[in-house]
């Protein structure tokens, strides 16, 4: 079965949400059958690169707040994250294009190392001091190798902006021929959608659904077909 999480890096509920999932998956009976595979979603995909800004001022323009409850949403945020052991930043995060991420993360999924660099991603953009968007590429390139890439191979991808870029949009597209229109989005073997950064209880309940559905292969065989196998091939008879 394979569950596909379209995401993004600047998404707080992205980093919550993997995380409840992960937990239902760690107790699905079936979990070493599950294929997990990331996909792209840029909450803001006219954001310029090198274009940054702090976050607390920029959710309250967004949403018609002041800064002051701005400032609460992030510690609410900050609860529902330590709820699930993570570390989570409540001032002084900054946000801005995650489009290079996005394409490091495709070259990432080639490699199999796709879910270690996109933790280290949301780690880096939530939980530490350091900006992910300031002096990005080296900052991105150390990530790539901690998460077991070569960093020469990923310096190349971030060096050249055509690389994995249709692989980014090609996912935006899907996303939004699926109907999402905000993230995380969980798709499970292209039959069964879970939106938001829902309990793990409901993780639990789609992936026993999902796979339950699944249906079985149907074997048109008429018995005298033509056929090779492990002991060779039929031979015609006259």
């Known amino acids: 079965m394979r569950v596909e999480i379209w995401s993004d890096i600047a998404c707080p509920w992205c980093y919550v949400g993997k995380a409840r999932f992960e937990k239902a998956l760690a107790a699905f009976p079936h979990r070493d059958g599950v294929e997990v595979v990331h996909r792209s979603f840029?909450?803001?995909?006219?954001?310029?690169?090198?274009?940054?800004?702090?976050?607390?001022?920029?959710?309250?323009?967004?949403?018609?707040?002041?800064?002051?409850q701005a400032q609460a949403a992030e510690?609410?945020?900050?609860?529902?994250?330590?709820?699930?052991?993570?570390?989570?930043?409540?001032?002084?995060r900054d946000h801005g294009n995650t489009f290079d991420m996005h394409r490091l993360l495709h070259f990432a999924k080639e490699q199999g190392r796709q879910d270690e660099l996109i933790g280290l991603l949301y780690r880096a953009n939530f939980a530490e001091e350091r900006s992910v968007f300031a002096d990005a590429d080296e900052h991105l390139i150390g990530l790539a190798a901690e998460a077991g890439?070569?960093?020469?191979?990923?310096?190349?991808?971030?060096?050249?902006?055509?690389?994995?870029?249709?692989?980014?949009?090609?996912d935006e597209r899907e996303a939004a021929e699926l109907g999402?229109?905000?993230?995380?989005?969980?798709?499970?073997?292209?039959?069964?959608?879970?939106?938001?950064?829902?309990?793990?209880?409901?993780?639990?309940?789609?992936?026993?659904?999902a796979w339950d559905s699944r249906s079985p292969l149907q074997v048109i065989d008429s018995g005298?077909?033509?056929?090779?196998?492990?002991?060779?091939?039929?031979?015609p008879q006259n």
């Open 180 to 209: 999402a229109n905000g993230v995380p989005f969980f798709v499970l073997d292209r039959k069964y959608g879970v939106s938001g950064a829902q309990p793990a209880e409901v993780f639990a309940q789609a992936l026993e659904q």
């Open 42 to 68: 840029e909450l803001d995909p006219t954001r310029a690169k090198g274009d940054s800004g702090l976050v607390i001022p920029m959710l309250a323009q967004k949403y018609g707040m002041t800064e002051d």
């Open 149 to 170: 890439l070569d960093a020469g191979e990923a310096r190349a991808v971030l060096a050249d902006p055509a690389r994995y870029a249709d692989d980014v949009r090609a």
């Open 224 to 235: 005298d077909a033509e056929a090779c196998g492990p002991d060779g091939c039929a031979v």
């Open 75 to 92: 510690r609410n945020l900050g609860e529902n994250a330590a709820s699930e052991g993570l570390a989570y930043l409540t001032e002084g």
